[in-house]
């Protein structure tokens, strides 16, 4: 009930091309959905995070596409650059908790 | 922006002391902080939630004995290692959130422990 599942574990782009990350949950009383990105020995960075009322939500490069019924969000990294390079975590918590559950995460390359 | 600092960011000792690592909220005030333990190319495993003024939470399958978290003020948390093994080599990171926002959290830039 509280596993968050993330495809692919590893993606590599070419640079300019659109990189996407895909999570489903289980738990439908999950209303919140971050996605974070981490470089080496850092500590995570919230890029973006959308609730269960909208579809989509885009910031910048950053969109995050939700679809409740199906149970799956994504993120899609428009025109990505070398220095998008990293490690990109989906997670979800409750209102009620604020406990964030992770994806396993993506590492993804760009390549130059 | 929020920020979260944890010290020391790397330590090394022997097999047997004590570690602690802080957790402190720069500009804001977190009644609640978590911490996390990451192996390495592996996720983020949340360890147990610290609630200032009163005993964390920790989650399934971890030591309270062996993980002490202290949450002393609305800017302070700690996370004391007690009899640290090589096992318990991690990076832990701490998070916290802020009381006036529901979300997001903050995350500090982690301490990577290395018990030889």
């Known amino acids: 009930q509280q596993q968050v599942k993330q495809s692919p574990q590893s993606l590599i782009v070419q640079k300019g091309g659109i990189s996407i990350i895909n999570c489903a949950y289980e738990?439908?009383?999950?209303?919140?959905f971050p996605w974070y990105q981490q470089f080496p020995g850092k500590g995570p960075a919230l890029l973006i995070a959308i609730r269960p009322d909208v579809s989509e939500k885009k910031e910048g490069r950053f969109t995050i596409s939700f679809n409740k019924s199906a149970k799956q969000f994504s993120l899609h990294i428009m025109d990505s650059q070398p220095g998008d390079s990293a490690t990109y975590f989906c997670?979800?918590?409750?209102?009620?908790?604020?406990?964030?559950?992770f994806g396993s995460g993506t590492r993804l390359l760009v390549r130059p | 922006g929020a920020v979260v600092s944890q010290h020391p960011s790397w330590v090394i000792c022997k097999s047997g002391t004590s570690v602690k690592i802080e957790c402190r909220s720069l500009?804001?005030?977190?009644?609640?902080m978590f911490w996390y333990r990451q192996f390495p190319k592996q996720s983020l495993m949340l360890m147990a939630t610290?609630?200032?003024?009163?005993?964390?939470?920790?989650e399934q399958g971890v030591e309270k004995d062996k993980f002490l978290i202290n949450h002393a003020s609305l800017t302070l948390s700690t996370l004391t290692v007690t009899s640290a093994h090589p096992e318990d080599s991690s990076f832990y990171i701490c998070?916290?959130?802020?009381?006036?926002?529901?979300?997001?959290?903050?995350f500090g830039d982690g301490t990577r422990l290395s018990i030889l």
């Open positions: 738990n439908t009383a999950f209303d919140y």
């Open positions: 997670a979800a918590s409750t209102s009620s908790s604020y406990k964030l559950i």
């Open positions: 610290s609630n200032e003024g009163s005993k964390a939470t920790y």
């Open positions: 998070s916290a959130r802020d009381v006036q926002n529901h979300q997001p959290q903050h």
């Open positions: 500009d804001f005030q977190a009644t609640t």
